[in-house]
């Protein structure tokens, strides 16, 4: 064999070999490199609460079952006098489910009230369709399912199933808040 066509043998065999070798080269090397290539495209506003919690398991006589009606539920608890913070978190939940659009029939706004009655007549005015419930046991369960490092006094979403998915913070912006709701609702068929 001549030395030209030896040459060529090894240069076959390099360029082989880096066909194979050279991707998983890269790939350990952006491993153990520290890059962080995470996609930018989708971030969600809302914790996911782990481990799933299903309501109708654990509190079946929940009037939040039968209000639900098969719905994606948006819950915002308060245990307090409706104040200023509460007017206003409701406002927020009347908000997002307007900006579902077409898709608001498959969400239903809870507000879930402590001992204080809520007034009426705002709730008349400018929240109807507006699912007013008091459990006791279902707000104790909602405050201990909020997630130890956000701030308490957002919003749960509950899936038809009666599987609680989402805490969304307080102060959240309704449109941030409305997205992930979209994009759930986008990838159920329940509901």
């Known amino acids: 064999m001549s ?12 360029l082989v070999a880096a ?15 520290g890059q962080d290539l995470t996609p930018e495209g989708r971030t969600n506003h809302g914790a996911l609460l782990e481990p799933i919690v299903n309501l109708a398991d654990i509190l079946p006589d ?10 994606w539920a948006l819950i ?3 245990s307090s006098a409706c104040d200023a913070a509460c007017e206003q978190s409701l406002y927020t939940l009347r ?9 608001m ?19 008349e005015n400018e929240h109807k369709g507006l699912v007013t419930l008091q459990d006791s046991r279902l707000s104790d369960l909602l405050a201990n399912k909020t997630p130890a ?6 919003y749960f979403l509950v899936d038809p199933l009666g599987n609680l998915v989402l805490y969304f913070h307080p102060s959240i912006d309704p449109g941030s808040m409305v997205e992930d709701i979209k994009h759930l609702l986008e990838l159920s068929r329940i509901g």
């Open 149 to 154: 490092e956000l701030e308490s006094g957002g």
């Open 76 to 78: 915002y608890s308060n």
């Open 105 to 123: 029939d498959r969400l239903l706004r809870v507000f879930l009230r402590g001992e204080f009655a809520p007034d009426t007549v705002l709730l």
């Open 62 to 71: 929940s009037a939040l079952h039968a209000a639900s009606d098969g719905r």
């Open 95 to 103: 908000q997002s489910r307007l900006m579902l659009g077409k898709q």
């Open 3 to 14: 030395e030209h066509g030896t040459k060529k043998g090894r240069v076959q065999l390099i």
């Open 19 to 33: 066909v194979f070798l050279g991707p998983l080269a890269l790939a350990a090397w952006l491993y153990f490199a």
